[in-house]
């Protein structure tokens, strides 16, 4: 594209701003991330220096036996020999443990877990059977992780793809600049939550507490109980019949599907009035000093 200057900018319309921006003209309305294969296909899609496993040779850690650098090696040890379902016990809540794993594998980990745990994955299946601290799955990119009890606070922050699901209740700031895949909570999510939300979908069974969506540029919440408030540009839009079909196949997917159904559940978008990309910077700005 030809530079454009300042005055051409100026005697632009909005729509001309946009083109010259390279920015999109459409309406998002919850779109997740875009994906050139078929959903059925992605795990075959793995990074080539990815180790060979198996998912039916199983082996266990005992994670009292290691800090959390050394039970994160372990794991990857126990990848490279072919082992695809590690189990850690006693994982007595350290932090950051099962971190970076950029493979297939089901890890299965039995007790809770401290900040930051499973974070920046890319393909393993996890389960936690107790509590996870704050920052669970940050920055995940694919996968499934299940936790059975509560999480902290900025649970999925950033997440980019996959499945990240909470059975019990969270904290706050829930999904804070999520930007893709799926965040499930079967309980109740805490204040801000969804805040700079830039794309997939999140959904609490539960209640939500203040600023809901708060500056959220894109995606889908859905709320099936109370909604303390709404943040700024977060609005309520109608709930179709495609977003009932995706919620109930997805929250029967993990067992928290209501008994009354999703019909009551609210849904809240990204009003889009921070939109404000088109509006110019003065060339010139005053330095106070």
């Known amino acids: 594209m030809a530079s454009v200057t300042d005055q051409e900018l100026k005697q632009m319309s909005q729509e001309e701003r946009v083109t010259a921006f390279g920015m999109r003209t459409e309406q998002l309305t919850g779109r997740s991330l875009y994906i050139e294969f078929e959903e059925d296909e992605g795990s075959n899609f793995t990074y080539p220096w990815a180790p060979d496993v198996d998912f039916n040779k199983r082996v266990e850690i005992d994670a009292d036996e290691f800090d959390t650098t050394g039970a ?49 994955i890319d393909g393993p299946n996890v389960r936690i059977n107790g509590r996870v601290g704050w920052s669970c799955g940050e920055n ?8 059975e009890k509560n999480a902290g606070s900025t649970f999925g922050a950033a997440i980019r793809g996959g499945d990240l699901v909470c059975r019990g209740s969270v904290g706050s700031r829930t999904g804070i600049d999520m930007k893709g895949g799926t965040i499930i909570v079967g309980g109740d999510t805490g204040a801000l939550s969804g805040f700079m939300m830039q794309r997939g979908r999140m959904v609490v069974c539960g209640n939500a507490g203040k600023n809901l969506g708060d500056s959220m540029y894109d995606g889908t919440i859905y709320v099936g109980g109370e909604i303390q408030s709404l943040g700024v540009d977060a609005v309520p839009a109608e709930l179709t019949q495609l977003d009932k079909d995706w919620l109930t196949r997805k929250l029967s997917q993990y067992d928290l599907m209501p008994e009354t159904g999703v019909d009551h559940f609210t849904k809240v978008v990204a009003g889009k009035q921070l939109w404000n990309y088109d509006n110019l910077e003065p060339n010139e700005k005053k330095l106070i000093l």
Do not use: A
């Open 72 to 120: 994160n090696n372990k794991i990857r040890e126990l990848m490279e020999e072919g082992y695809g379902t590690i189990v850690i016990k006693n994982p007595r809540g350290k932090h950051s443990l099962g971190v970076g794993i950029l493979s297939r594998l089901n890890l299965i980990i039995e007790g809770s877990t401290g900040y930051f745990g499973v974070g920046l």
């Open 140 to 147: 995940m990119m694919s996968g499934t992780v299940l936790i």
